[in-house]
């Protein structure tokens, strides 16, 4: 197979023109900043779900795991504990990890493991031909809800805020730079970093013109208040608002589940006379 | 002094009838007598009714038997409930404060707790020593037991114990046998101990019963096995994804549950065939469908291990009997997982489980670890190489030089995504040849065991927990005795060779569809009749032999 450091010369299925592509470019250029600041390539691990965001392991020469639907964030969880070297990132989709996986995305941010997700919001199951998903509007018409929908979107930053996420942040698949930026400062968070990308579907819900005029990008200021972040989540609800920020809401320092569950292991070539010594406490 | 006996203790839940068990169990293993505990206790967290029946013998005896020689009884509904199991000549020890007008021996048991300022469920104590005299047990060895097992809480209930010892007369002496102690271990914490032995790492589990002492034990002893990390996740579908993620990642994982958690972990058991990620699996079933009976027993998710799944795959399914069996087993599959990197199930039930077993130490050198077939580091790394033998060299991600791709689509040989003809054949068949390897393997395994009476032409068929029971009444009954320990790949030679010349076989099995009998028949193994039972409560000797005798 050919190949050059990040690329591999696949076909690429995703649809002529989709924001998909920023986010892969975003996330190539965070990976060689990253590598220039001295993390190897082969220490980076991406776990995706099913959905048009999963096709991005096969754009990425680097280690990845290609799970089911919507347990992406459990398979990086696995494999962060077990080898917490890796840097580990998720790739997942609006209707991955926000309907069918969401309780997995809400625990990891809950035991701040280490992990960096990238959710693929293009606010609609795309890939199932646009049906209604956890951040469509209230109204949306699908293929499932000619009508209109009859739920109204949450607001995926809020519920991270709640869970307990230590890197809060919204980026926009066509500003790769500001996007680029975010996903390096995302992978150098030590802790839960969470990113939802806001990510135009030209077929089923497109939204360019849309986020072009409303989204702007946030001054960094006091960081560490979760009440200033929520108030700047809550200027748009994924349903209405006049103005839609990107940048990063909130960051904390905790301590990081994995490194936790491994402070104080050793590694051990044979238990046969530890086992022994528990046989003979049971007798 | 008979050959053995059997002694019940019961009481409300949360009054420590199980740890009593587990002492009168450790007392008497001391004597060089050989033990059985079956626990029977409900999903409640105090009162209701709880027992425990500690069976004693000279020989090996893997089951439990209705009749009781003694009934340690800690309220009134014991009594009640058990005393018309009680043999002509048995022997009530009771608490007297609570029960009154009973024949036996009469151990006011919370009075002599308050006296000494003990905790109430210190009046087990009371108990434990009036028995221990009725036995003429030895103090000293009692001494040392309580202050082994209690440390230094040890000196509370030794008074109490005490007081209760001399409360009561001895009624036979029991004999010192000549055979060295055996450990005493369930099956839970013999499926730890072979996982370990065979290298586990990472153990991660959701709360489910029968399995949830693996995850207690584990995390307990994690002291001494300090490269074990124990994960309690928020579901079992984390638990299964978190496993292969682990597994990507180099370590040896294992999971458990019961036949409801491992519903929901079906669909990821697809992803580790289709994605050839190794996992081992315990499945220790309880009655079903549904919730069922949470803390009973059943062998009727036998099928649905065999079959769960989607797609076409095959899966390693081990089923032991008995806490020996466990341990090997389980490090057994540990082994064959990460060999062939195919799934494999450990199929259990609660009486594996949660019942306690003499567990003799020489099988634990049995098991060593076997390491996988690891990337030789030459050329290029493909995840999915299309070997002659269709097992692909592991890498594992950190590897200089390496991107190891694993997926659940269907791929090419380096893991990259396709939908053509020719790509999705080679896979396929790359797949089906690793299975052959893994049914080969079963000519080097032993699969089927055989008791009792070999040249009988009647014979009868267990698998997992009824192995015990079937034992001991193909002895009584001269039969032959098969019991199936491997059920996928199926040893089915080793079966046909143990069924001929047998003209009746009878499965003996706890589920309502005789689900043995099914895939027996399914590899054309002739099943005359099968005696089933499906009250969540195990075959008690008595029992069986009755149902035997009417069939054959």
Known sequence: ?283 | MQKEFSILVGGAAGEGTRMTGQLIGKLLNQYGWRIFIYEDYQSLITGGHNFSVIRVSKEIILTPKKEIDYLIALNQETIEKHKNNLKKDGLIIYNSDQIKGEKGIGIPALSITNQFSGKPIMKNSALFGALAKVLGVEWEILENLLKKEFGEKAEVNLKIARAGYEQSKTSQKIEKLNQKPLSLLNGNEAVALGALKAGLDFYISYPMTPATPILHFLAQIRKNFKNVIVFQPENEIEVINAALGSAFAGKRTMVGTSGGGFALMVEALSLAAQSETPIVIVESQRPAPATGIPTYTAQSDLLFVLSAGHGDFQRFVVAPGDAEEAFYLTGLAMNITWKYQIPAIVLIDKEISEDTFNFDESIVEKIKIEEPILWDKKGEYKRYLDTKEGISPLAFPGEKGVAVKSTSYEHDEFGITTEEEENIKEMQEKRLRNYENLNNEIKNLEGVKVYGNKNSDKAIIVFGSNKGVGIEIGKKLNLKVIQVLVFQPFPEEQIKKAVSGVKKLISVETNASAQLAQVLRAHDIKVNDSILKYTGRPFFVEELKEKLINKI
């Open chain 1, 1 to 283: 197979m050919e190949k050059n450091n990040l690329d591999l010369k696949t076909k690429n299925t995703w649809c002529p023109g989709c924001s998909n592509f920023g986010i892969l470019q975003a996330i190539k250029n965070a990976i060689s900043i990253l590598e220039k600041k001295g993390i190897e390539k082969e220490k980076f691990v991406l776990t995706t779900g099913i959905g048009c965001h999963a096709k991005i392991v096969d754009y990425l020469n680097i280690n990845t795991f290609y799970g089911l639907h919507g347990r992406a964030v459990a398979l990086a969880e696995g494999v962060k504990i077990a080898n917490p070297n890796l840097k580990v990132l998720v790739c997942s989709g609006d209707g991955d990890s926000y309907n069918e996986g969401i309780s997995h995305l809400i625990h990891a941010a809950k035991r701040n493991i280490d992990l960096t997700v990238l959710i693929h919001n293009n606010r609609n199951f795309a890939l199932t031909t646009g049906q209604f998903s956890a951040t469509s509007p209230r109204g949306f018409i699908g293929r499932s809800s000619p009508e209109g929908s009859l739920e109204s979107a949450f607001n995926p930053l809020e519920l991270m805020i709640a869970s307990g996420a230590t890197f809060v942040a919204r980026g926009y698949a066509a500003n790769v730079n500001h996007l680029t930026n975010l996903i390096v400062q995302a992978v150098e968070h030590k802790g839960f970093s969470f990113i939802d990308i806001l990510q135009p579907c030209l077929i089923w819900f497109n939204t360019f013109e849309n986020y072009n005029q409303r989204v702007y990008e946030l001054k960094e200021n006091n960081l560490s208040s979760k009440e200033k972040a929520i108030q700047k989540i809550l200027e748009w609800d994924y349903n209405d608002g006049e103005k839609i920020p990107i940048g990063i809401f909130y960051k904390a320092e905790k301590p990081t589940f994995d490194e936790e569950t491994n402070k104080g292991l050793v590694n051990v070539e044979d238990f046969g006379s530890q086992i022994k010594e528990i046989l003979a406490k049971k007798s």
